[in-house]
Nanobody, 124 residues
Framework: QVQLVESGGELVQAGGSLRLSCAAS????????MGWFRQAPGKEREFVAGISRKGGITSYADSVKGRFTISRDNAKNTVYLQMNSLKPEDTAVYYCAAAEGGSVYYTRTLYKYWGQGTQVTVSS
């Protein structure tokens, strides 16, 4: 069992930056690939970024590539999402999730554990 708690979401102006954190419980955090997803009002939850168990492989949605960076600190049981050059279309609830396996996963259904989400609002 893994419990995930996101933090760091807030209201920010377009062009600004935020860093989201996701703290995981349990001793097996390094056994899970991690991902960040987001869901805007009226839209489906979509993949944003993913990272492999040891952090050697990362992947991003085209919409955030070059602006967002995912990283993890297995010693701290935490995964991060650094978001730069934020746009109003980045406004959403951001969720972190854990998947069993060693790669990066893009499909929502492959993630077994989810956090409650943190709201990011980007004003124009």
């Amino acid at each position: 069992q893994v419990q995930l708690v996101e933090s760091g979401g807030e209201l920010v102006q377009a062009g600004g930056s935020l860093r989201l954190s996701c703290a995981a419980s349990g001793r097996t955090f390094s056994s899970y690939a991690m991902g960040w997803f987001r869901q805007a009002p009226g839209k489906e939850r979509e993949f944003v970024a993913g990272i492999s168990r040891k952090g050697g492989i990362t992947s991003y949605a085209d919409s955030v590539k070059g602006r967002f960076t995912i990283s993890r600190d297995n010693a701290k049981n935490t995964v991060y999402l650094q978001m730069n050059s934020l746009k109003p279309e980045d406004t959403a609830v951001y969720y972190c999730a854990a998947a069993e396996g060693g790669s990066v996963y893009y499909t929502r259904t492959l993630y077994k554990y989810w956090g409650q989400g943190t709201q990011v609002t980007v004003s124009s």
